[in-house]
């Protein structure tokens, strides 16, 4: 039993570098590229599907390691470390680009984020003060400060941790007992 999770550990942890890797070129590439993209809603869409794939994938292949098995937990533990793996190394590369690298970027990526709230909040019939109060806050706030940015990664885990949740019921098979 305990190889098992150890080999399922070690895929988790294999998938958690690639989607890390695949999140961190994403990042990168819309630096380098565009800043716009990282305020565009279906750049998000296409990497919180991407994160979810991920997670699926490392199950899949762990159940299939386990010879069609896995238990709730186990499938729950690939989804989970692959997801933390794979958030974390993005967290960290941004982390680099936009405190280390170029500061300058995260006063953009600001001002660009403050233009989408308020677009947004004005095409849902928001009340004036209501968006002044949000852009009031996002002025104030350094969305790249190393607070901001491990509750941003631990918020990001409880929803990827709810999803995995999901995962592992659907995914889950324990072998018949007789």
Same mark, same amino acid.
Do not use: R
């Given at each position: 039993?305990?190889?098992?999770?150890?080999?399922?550990?070690?895929?988790?942890?294999?998938?958690?570098?690639?989607? /890390?890797? !695949?999140?961190? =070129?994403?990042?990168?590439?819309?630096?380098? #590229?565009? !800043?716009?993209l990282m305020t565009n809603m279906w750049y998000g869409i296409f990497v919180l599907l +991407? =994160? #979810?794939?991920? &997670?699926?994938?490392?199950?899949?292949?762990?159940?299939?390691?386990?010879?069609?098995?896995?238990?709730?937990?186990?499938?729950?533990?690939?989804?989970?470390?692959?997801?933390?793996? /794979?958030?974390?190394?993005?967290?960290?590369?941004?982390?680099?680009?936009?405190?280390? =690298?170029?500061?300058?970027? +995260?006063?953009?990526?600001?001002?660009?984020?403050?233009?989408?709230?308020?677009?947004?909040?004005? /095409?849902? &019939?928001?009340? +004036?003060?209501?968006?002044?109060?949000?852009?009031?806050?996002?002025?104030?706030?350094?969305?790249?400060?190393? /607070?901001?940015?491990?509750?941003?990664?631990?918020?990001?885990?409880?929803?990827?941790?709810? #999803?995995?949740?999901?995962?592992?019921? =659907?995914?889950?098979?324990?072998?018949e007992t007789e």
């Open positions: 039993m305990k190889e098992k999770i150890v080999t399922i550990k070690s895929i988790a942890t294999n998938y958690g570098v690639y989607l /890390g890797g !695949l999140l961190a =070129i994403l990042t990168v590439l819309v630096y380098a #590229v565009n !800043l716009d +991407a =994160i #979810v794939v991920f &997670g699926i994938i490392s199950v899949k292949k762990s159940k299939e390691l386990s010879e069609g098995f896995i238990t709730f937990k186990q499938s729950f533990t690939a989804y989970f470390i692959t997801v933390l793996i /794979g958030l974390v190394i993005s967290t960290v590369v941004s982390y680099i680009i936009f405190n280390i =690298i170029d500061p300058e970027a +995260a006063n953009i990526l600001k001002e660009k984020t403050i233009e989408t709230t308020i677009s947004f909040m004005e /095409g849902f &019939g928001a009340p +004036a003060e209501a968006i002044a109060e949000t852009v009031d806050k996002l002025e104030k706030d350094n969305q790249f400060s190393i /607070g901001n940015i491990l509750t941003s990664l631990a918020v990001q885990m409880v929803m990827f941790s709810i #999803v995995g949740l999901i995962v592992a019921a =659907i995914m889950k098979k324990n072998p």
